[in-house]
């Protein structure tokens, strides 16, 4: 829900700050008043309740209007309307059925609106004596975002602080996360979550920043000290018009004046390109490729069946790994977090320690360690795919099964890259339905199995897809289950249905005489997670 919570004691200073204008407006002391009454800020019409001020960031179109008077209708007391940037900023003062109702003509408001609610916050945390700024880690890219931040917050755990994660996986601390709606949420929600977790003694904050979130705005105004780039692959296509233009809502994370540090993967183009620019700001870098200058590289790795063993070089320093989790991927997620992690920890031991000690994150290659394997995978790109299937097969000894398929409503032109990369890389394949929306299932299935090839199955029900592969499969044999992950719904038309890959391959196993043993349990999953994609 977008809204931000105050505490009666609105003032009206921080509306002058940014629009000094008001201050000498003959209806300046109406603002005070009304502000004064008001518990809370509503961008949603639909969920106006008495006392609010609705924003209305449409401004005054018709269906702005139309919205404003819903809110008007529900109790809104304050109307703050979003104007052009060139308008003149004003105030105005009327009765609506009995009750005063002040309007905030703004303008500019979208862009200014993280600023209002940045100093509203401090407002708050100096009444309250409560921190003003929470120091913050953000992650974009493709891949990665989900695993780098919960890693993250992990290892602030182990440092006995206090954190909270913003992300895929649900929002709030590790051991009592909220069910996630967006990858990243509303600006308001993400102010309220910072005023909030202010008041319960966080100390860190680790986000993940889509590149929707970015190119709208809803981190705008929080402090974000450090910024993490992981890799850039297609996807958003549907939202962004160009590969380009998604580039570009990544970096604008690093354009941000508040950045102190930039932690940059530097095995793709667009990463290389990120670190060779001149930031105002220390860059570290970091790199699978040994022969790269990162900062932090990877020498040697060797994979066994529960793990990784890794030998890195950070800024000419030996850092020895013993890692619980399986691929070049998660590999790479670890040198993110050591080097988010080595400004502060500064000794090598200590910092090996907190690394050795991360435990696999939720849908993402969790392991079900029967026979044959289940690794469930939240890999729903064509390189995510790509890079899943290679990753388990280095600890396959039979054959490789991948299930899989493509949300409806979403970039088209990636499912028979998907159909392809599942082709190149597993033995056998079965297509299935994943979140088809309000498309029809089979026409998405179609597409992928165009590129799939004739090892490849397909299967429209998920739940038969699954039990499929793992009846077929033999026992030394690996089944991959991609694309959704740590997802508990399944979305079927304009209907949401539970459904979780990992409990749906326990039941089946389980079934048929097979104990499971799974390295994160289902109930660990955040119930109603579905997919997210901004």
């Known amino acids: 829900m977008p809204v931000f919570h105050v505490d009666r004691m609105l003032s009206p200073e921080a509306v002058f700050a940014l629009w000094p204008e008001l201050a000498e407006h003959p209806l300046a002391g109406h603002l005070s008043s009304a502000l004064a009454a008001v518990t809370r800020l509503v961008k949603d019409s639909r969920q106006v309740q008495a006392g609010d ?17 819903q809110a008007l ?27 005063a109702v002040v309007r905030l003509d703004l303008p500019d408001l979208k862009a200014r609106l993280g600023g209002w609610l940045t100093q509203l916050r401090a407002q708050h945390a100096a009444r309250h004596g409560v921190a003003a700024v929470l120091s913050s880690v953000a992650v974009t890219g493709t891949n990665g975002k989900s695993s780098v931040a919960h890693f993250l917050a992990q290892a602030y755990q182990q440092l006995d602080q206090q954190v909270a994660l913003v992300g895929t996986l649900g929002y709030g601390r590790l051991s009592a996360l909220q069910p996630a709606t967006h990858t990243t949420p509303d600006l308001l929600v993400m ?32 402090p974000i000290q450090t910024a993490v780039f992981t890799n850039l692959t297609r996807d958003h296509l549907d939202y962004h018009p160009t590969f380009a233009a ?13 950045i102190e540090r930039g932690v940059i993967c530097i095995d793709d183009a667009f990463g290389q390109e990120l670190a060779a620019t001149s930031w105002p700001y220390p860059v570290l870098t970091y790199s699978l490729d040994a022969q790269s200058q990162a900062d932090l590289k990877l020498l040697q790795a060797s994979y066994h069946a529960r793990g990784i063993r890794a030998q890195c070089l950070l800024q000419g320093q030996p850092l020895q790994l013993e890692l619980g989790l399986l691929g070049d991927f998660n590999l790479a997620n670890v040198l993110a977090v050591a080097l988010v992690l080595w400004p502060q920890v500064q000794d090598l031991q200590h910092l090996q320690n907190l690394l050795n000690g991360l435990q ?5 290659m969790q392991c079900l360690e029967t026979k044959p394997q289940v690794v469930v995978d939240y890999a729903h790109t064509p390189d995510a795919l790509a890079q899943a299937l290679q990753a388990v097969r280095r600890h396959t000894s039979g054959q490789l099964w991948c299930v899989f398929g493509c949300g409806g409503d979403r970039d088209t032109g990636k499912r028979p890259l998907m159909g392809a990369a599942a082709a190149r890389y597993a033995d056998q394949l079965v297509v299935t339905d994943d979140n088809p929306r309000t498309e029809d299932p089979a026409l998405i299935r179609a597409a992928i199995m165009a590129a799939a090839g004739s090892a490849a199955v397909a299967i429209s029900d998920r739940a038969q897809a699954i ?35 990992v409990e749906v391959a326990l039941q089946h196993l389980e079934s048929h005489g097979l104990k499971a043993h799974q390295q994160t349990s289902p109930s660990s999953l955040i119930k109603g997670t579905q997919d997210l994609s901004c």
């Open 246 to 258: 998604y580039g570009a809502a990544k970096r604008r994370l690093f354009e941000r004046p508040e």
């Open 360 to 364: 696999p994150v939720p849908g993402r």
């Open 53 to 69: 001020a609705f924003i209305n960031l449409l401004g005054p179109t018709e269906q702005g209007q139309r919205y404003q008077e």
């Open 467 to 501: 039990a499929y592969a793992l009846q077929q499969a033999g026992r030394d044999d690996v089944v991959l289950i991609a694309g959704k992950g740590h997802e508990t719904t399944q979305q079927l038309g304009a209907i949401t249905v539970p459904f979780s890959d």
């Open 73 to 99: 209708a529900a109790g809104a007391r304050v109307l703050i309307v979003a104007l052009a940037a060139e308008a003149k900023a004003d105030l105005g003062y009327e009765e609506q059925a009995g009750q």
């Open 191 to 222: 102010h309220d979550f910072y005023q909030r977790w202010a008041e319960e003694g966080m100390a860190q904050v680790v986000l993940e920043a889509s590149s929707h979130a970015l190119d709208q705005g809803r981190l705008d105004g929080l």
